[in-house]
Antibody
Framework: EVQLVESGGVVAQPGGSLRLSCVAS????????MHWVRQAPGKGLEWVAL????????YYADSVKGRFTISRDNSKNSLFLEMNTLRSEDTALYYC???????????????WGLGTMVIVSS | EIVMTQSPATLSVSPGERATLSCRAS??????LAWYQHKAGQSPRLLIY???TRATGIPTRFSGSGSGTEFTLTISSLQSEDFAIYYC????????FGQGTRLEIE
């Protein structure tokens, strides 16, 4: 079964740091661009970051650029999101999502995890 | 950044009727456009990619059309399970989502 499972969401202090993880199974992780998407309470979906399948590029939404870092470990079928200088507006459910097309640039997201909740509050 | 604008924000339709949701891009995204269905407590579900191709397992009552800057998602005969929030997403230049259309029972 193709599956993504996120973890690492907790309550964090403003200005603090957090690391989210996403473990993939059921597909050849190496071949797919991967993404983080978030949804703040009562709001819509917001794309956060991507990491290319070949490790050649990563890209960020302006709202997180310079504060968040996306990475992956293909040997562990894992995607990560390092979150620094957290703000209250980073409070959201964070989803890991898989690019539909293999060995390709950006595409639709065909597999999503259930998400992990990050709350930034003092 | 490409801005995606969905309309209406809320659409009230009776079961069995047709629903038409719109999505406009601030610049051409060609056919690099997807639609998702999102229900509370669940992950978003891919319905349509490439503007008009149904994803695996998606019922034929869901159809997508459009290209360039104007796109439409049509649900031909609404079932009870179709009432949800729908998002469009462009993936032509990086990724952006529309703000969503809430489809509710009239």
């Amino acid at each position: 079964e193709v599956q993504l499972v996120e973890s690492g969401g907790v309550v964090a202090q403003p200005g603090g740091s957090l690391r989210l993880s996403c473990v993939a199974s059921g597909f050849n992780f190496d071949d797919y661009m991967m993404h983080w998407v978030r949804q703040a309470p009562g709001k819509g979906l917001e794309w956060v970051a991507l990491f290319s399948w070949d490790g050649g590029s990563e890209y960020y939404a302006d709202s997180v650029k310079g504060r968040f870092t996306i990475s992956r470990d293909n040997s562990k079928n894992s995607l990560f999101l390092e979150m620094n200088t957290l703000r209250s507006e980073d409070t959201a459910l964070y989803y890991c999502a898989k690019n539909r097309a293999a060995v390709a640039g950006t595409d639709a997201f065909d597999i999503w995890g259930l998400g992990t909740m990050v709350i930034v509050s003092s | 950044e490409i801005v995606m604008t969905q309309s209406p924000a809320t659409l009230s339709v009776s079961p069995g009727e047709r629903a038409t949701l719109s999505c406009r891009a601030s610049q051409s995204v060609h056919r690099n456009l997807a639609w998702y269905q999102h229900k509370a407590g669940q992950s978003p579900r891919l319905l349509i990619y490439g503007a008009s191709t149904r994803a695996t397992g998606i019922p034929t009552r869901f159809s997508g059309s459009g290209s360039g800057t104007e796109f439409t998602l049509t649900i031909s005969s609404l079932q009870s399970e179709d009432f949800a929030i729908y998002y469009c997403q462009q993936y032509n230049i990086w990724i952006t989502f529309g703000q969503g259309t809430r489809l509710e029972i009239e």
